[in-house]
């Protein structure tokens, strides 16, 4: 039994270096990246902080909001036909800034096919399955970058640069890295797979960067300082589902307990997405996520606001003049305690 005895590091195992910084204010910071994809040879330019395609965060209204800060959001793959119609027909401005999510059953490409067919102009696929690690995940990548030839492909969820590699060459832009650090994921506790968060990033980041491709770091971060630390390790976009969960456009409706108010949030595969869209736990499997109730937070706009503060803030603090700059600028101190919790 080999034992690999690496130590790999989670956001919480790290804090980032101040640096030198000729920068006056965060206001001087740019958070706009510019992309040109590997495959799909588009052009890209936002800020690259996309909702996940969780039914209760990867929602059209949240995708409005987000949109007007020029971030993504990945749109899950249950609204039919109908609504995304009346959605993107109403809102022609947004199309740059959503992903469709899709799986890898036929249902699956037919409905892919048909909103692409739809509305051309979209350009992201997000290609999204628990584990990408599976043969037929490759060949389905494959599959759909053989039709979608111009198409921005998103694929995941890996967190080693072997596999990063394998599914750049088959067809992937942007490879999504994460295993198991999800707010809403339990898989760490029901199968023992994972890989800490930070070290997945460094390390995918390495493997993608040295083919031209991308990465998208998903899961885990639990406040702007995370974020902060997955694009410091390489990310280029930072995915959020827990973060951007109960606002007023996040899915879900808002609970009164004890004169508290709270929105469900669940993972999309624990028991309660499993009853609402296939019609129960599989008896061959375990459900893999948790239903949390969240506290209710307004506006996503506020919360959106205090996501890319933080991340200007680490940007002046290491010197980056745009967010471009934020890995090169990085250096990742390894620390025993994160912030002061007396007053908690
Ligand atoms: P968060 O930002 O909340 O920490 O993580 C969001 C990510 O968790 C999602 O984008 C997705 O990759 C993952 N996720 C969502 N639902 C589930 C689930 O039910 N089980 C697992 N294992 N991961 C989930």
Same mark, same amino acid.
């Given at each position: 039994m080999f034992v690999e005895s690496d130590v790999k590091l989670g956001f919480n195992d790290v804090l980032i270096r101040p640096k030198r910084s000729n920068l006056k204010s965060r206001s001087e910071v740019d958070l706009l990246r510019t992309f040109?994809?590997?495959?799909?040879?588009?052009?890209?330019?936002?800020? =690259?902080?996309?909702?996940?395609?969780?039914?209760?965060?990867?929602?059209?209204?949240?995708?409005?909001?987000?949109?007007?800060?020029?971030?993504?959001?990945?749109?899950?793959?249950?609204?039919?036909?109908?609504?995304?119609?009346?959605?993107?027909?109403?809102?022609p401005d947004i199309l740059p800034f959503i992903m469709v999510s899709t799986g890898t059953s036929d249902a699956d490409f037919k409905?892919?096919?048909?909103?692409?067919?739809?509305?051309?102009?979209?350009?992201?696929?997000?290609?999204?399955?628990?584990?990408?690690?599976?043969?037929?995940?490759?060949?389905?990548?494959?599959?759909?970058?053989?039709?979608?030839?111009?198409?921005?492909?998103?694929?995941?969820?890996?967190?080693?640069?072997?596999?990063?590699?394998?599914?750049?060459?088959?067809?992937?832009?942007?490879?999504?890295?994460?295993?198991? =650090?999800g707010s809403v994921c339990t898989t760490r506790v029901k199968a023992g797979v994972g890989y800490p968060q930070l070290s997945a990033v460094i390390e995918c980041a390495d493997a993608a960067h040295g083919l031209g491709g991308r990465i998208m770091s998903d899961g885990g971060c639990t406040c702007p300082g995370d974020v902060a630390k997955a694009f410091g390790g390489g990310a280029d976009f930072v995915m959020l589902g827990?973060?951007?969960?109960?606002?007023?456009?996040?899915g879900g409706q808002i609970l009164e307990r004890n004169g508290r108010q709270f929105k469900v949030f669940y993972g999309m595969s624990s028991r309660t997405a499993m009853e609402k869209h296939s019609g129960g736990v599989a008896a061959y499997r375990a459900s893999e996520g948790k239903t949390v109730e969240v506290p209710y937070r307004g506006p996503i706009d506020d919360t959106v606001r205090d996501i890319l503060g933080g991340v200007r803030s680490a940007c002046t603090y290491v010197g980056a003049a745009a967010l471009r700059e934020l890995t090169k600028r990085t250096t990742f101190i390894r620390v025993q305690e994160q912030e002061n919790r007396i007053f908690d």
């Amino acid at each position: 039994m080999f034992v690999e005895s690496d130590v790999k590091l989670g956001f919480n195992d790290v804090l980032i270096r101040p640096k030198r910084s000729n920068l006056k204010s965060r206001s001087e910071v740019d958070l706009l990246r510019t992309f040109v994809f590997m495959h799909s040879k588009r052009e890209w330019t936002g800020v =690259p902080v996309v909702a996940s395609n969780m039914d209760t965060t990867g929602t059209f209204e949240v995708a409005e909001a987000l949109a007007r800060h020029r971030l993504l959001t990945a749109i899950h793959k249950h609204y039919s036909i109908k609504q995304w119609d009346d959605f993107l027909n109403s809102h022609p401005d947004i199309l740059p800034f959503i992903m469709v999510s899709t799986g890898t059953s036929d249902a699956d490409f037919k409905l892919l096919s048909e909103i692409l067919e739809r509305h051309e102009q979209l350009q992201f696929i997000c290609i999204d399955v628990a584990n990408g690690y599976s043969e037929s995940f490759v060949e389905h990548v494959y599959k759909v970058r053989e039709k979608f030839t111009d198409k921005t492909i998103v694929a995941g969820n890996v967190v080693t640069g072997e596999m990063v590699e394998e599914l750049l060459l088959s067809g992937a832009d942007v490879v999504k890295v994460g295993i198991g =650090p999800g707010s809403v994921c339990t898989t760490r506790v029901k199968a023992g797979v994972g890989y800490p968060q930070l070290s997945a990033v460094i390390e995918c980041a390495d493997a993608a960067h040295g083919l031209g491709g991308r990465i998208m770091s998903d899961g885990g971060c639990t406040c702007p300082g995370d974020v902060a630390k997955a694009f410091g390790g390489g990310a280029d976009f930072v995915m959020l589902g827990g973060m951007f969960a109960g606002h007023d456009e996040s899915g879900g409706q808002i609970l009164e307990r004890n004169g508290r108010q709270f929105k469900v949030f669940y993972g999309m595969s624990s028991r309660t997405a499993m009853e609402k869209h296939s019609g129960g736990v599989a008896a061959y499997r375990a459900s893999e996520g948790k239903t949390v109730e969240v506290p209710y937070r307004g506006p996503i706009d506020d919360t959106v606001r205090d996501i890319l503060g933080g991340v200007r803030s680490a940007c002046t603090y290491v010197g980056a003049a745009a967010l471009r700059e934020l890995t090169k600028r990085t250096t990742f101190i390894r620390v025993q305690e994160q912030e002061n919790r007396i007053f908690d």
